[in-house]
Nanobody
C-alpha cells in the first residue's frame, strides 16, 4: 500500500525556517509527480509547490516564490520542502501528494495519494 509520511513541521517564529520531508513507500518519488499542499483553518487546500517526475522540474505558487525550495532525494525516496523567511500566513497543515500523471500541478484533485499532514505554525 502506498504511503506518504510527512514530517518536519513545528512552531517557529516569523523569519525562521523549517524543512518538511515526505517519505514515500511502495512508489518511487522519481517516478511520480509530487505536490506540496497546505490548508489553513477555514480555507481551501492550496498547492504550494510541485516537482515533476520527468526532469524534476519545480513549480511554486507566487506567495512562496523565493522562500521555498522543493527537492528530491531519490536514494532516500524522499521529497523535501525547505521553507525560509516564514510568515504567520504560512501557518497551515502541510500535505504531500503524489500522482503518476498530473495535468494541472496545482489542483488537489489531480493527485491520488496523500500523506497525513504535518502542522506548521509561524508565530509573529
Amino acid at each position: 500500500q502506498v504511503q506518504l509520511v510527512e514530517s518536519g513541521g513545528g512552531l517557529v517564529q516569523a523569519g525562521g525556517s523549517l524543512r518538511l520531508s515526505c517519505a514515500a513507500s511502495v512508489l518511487t518519488v522519481r517516478s511520480y509527480n509530487i505536490g506540496w499542499f497546505r490548508q489553513a483553518p477555514g480555507k481551501e487546500r492550496e498547492c504550494v509547490a510541485a516537482i515533476t517526475r520527468s526532469g524534476g522540474n519545480t513549480y511554486y505558487t507566487n506567495s512562496v516564490k523565493g522562500r521555498v525550495t522543493n527537492s528530491r532525494d531519490n536514494a532516500k525516496n524522499t521529497v523535501y520542502l525547505q521553507m525560509n523567511s516564514l510568515k504567520p500566513e504560512d501557518t497551515a497543515v502541510y500535505y504531500c501528494a503524489a500522482d503518476y500523471s498530473v495535468s494541472i500541478w496545482s489542483a488537489p484533485g489531480e493527485y491520488d495519494y496523500w500523506g497525513q499532514g504535518t502542522q506548521v505554525t509561524v508565530s509573529s
